[in-house]
């Protein structure tokens, strides 16, 4: 029977020879493969800006199907589509831009503990005044490094402290 090749793309398989190989690295259907696997890593943003500059497709605005499908060089998205597109790719850019803020560099975990122990001790004597530049920086950052805060679904063990720390019940009959 010979080898076969095998196209991941197109998930079919035919006999493995230059001309057969050729033929189907060349074709459309292939190519409209490979641009669909590749489309579906693409980001939101890059989606949407395509999606912007399309028009809208009408027949599939007429009868809700195209012959075209994926392939269409028009747009089949509707105004709410786009807006959820357009809201997932701001998300998208707020995730990436937090992650670079939550990196620092230059801030070690001693600077971050000094920081939080100032903090602290300005929180525990509440009559006296914090200055203007510590009140300022205490809402630029939390006591609680932003990393710790994204992830979902901690359980309450691992959860960080409400701001102003535990309520403690002082119970003086122990037994």
């Known amino acids: 029977m010979g080898k076969r090749y095998y196209c991941d793309y197109c998930d079919r398989s035919f006999q493995d ?3 057969n190989r050729k033929k189907h690295l060349n074709g459309v259907q292939h190519h409209r493969a490979k641009k669909a696997w590749y489309d579906y ?3 939101s943003s890059a989606i949407l800006c395509d999606e912007q500059t399309k028009k809208p497709c009408r027949k599939f605005l007429q009868k809700g199907i195209c012959d075209f499908g994926p392939n269409c060089r028009f747009s089949h998205m509707s105004e709410e589509d786009l ?3 357009k809201r997932q790719a701001e998300d998208e850019r707020r995730h990436r831009e937090d992650y670079v803020d939550r990196k ?3 801030r070690s975990i001693e600077e971050w503990l000094s920081r939080r122990g100032k903090k602290q001790t300005a929180v525990g ?3 006296d005044l914090k200055d203007k ?5 205490g809402q630029e950052e939390s006591d609680v490094p932003q990393h710790l805060l994204s992830i979902p679904d901690l359980p309450p063990s691992l959860l960080p402290p409400p701001p102003g720390g535990w309520r403690v019940k002082v119970n003086t009959e122990w037994g």
């Open 17 to 19: 020879n230059m001309h």
């Open 41 to 43: 890593f693409r980001d």
């Open 83 to 85: 807006f959820i597109l």
């Open 104 to 106: 620092m560099p230059g």
């Open 125 to 127: 004597s509440k009559g």
């Open 133 to 137: 530049d510590d009140s300022e920086e």
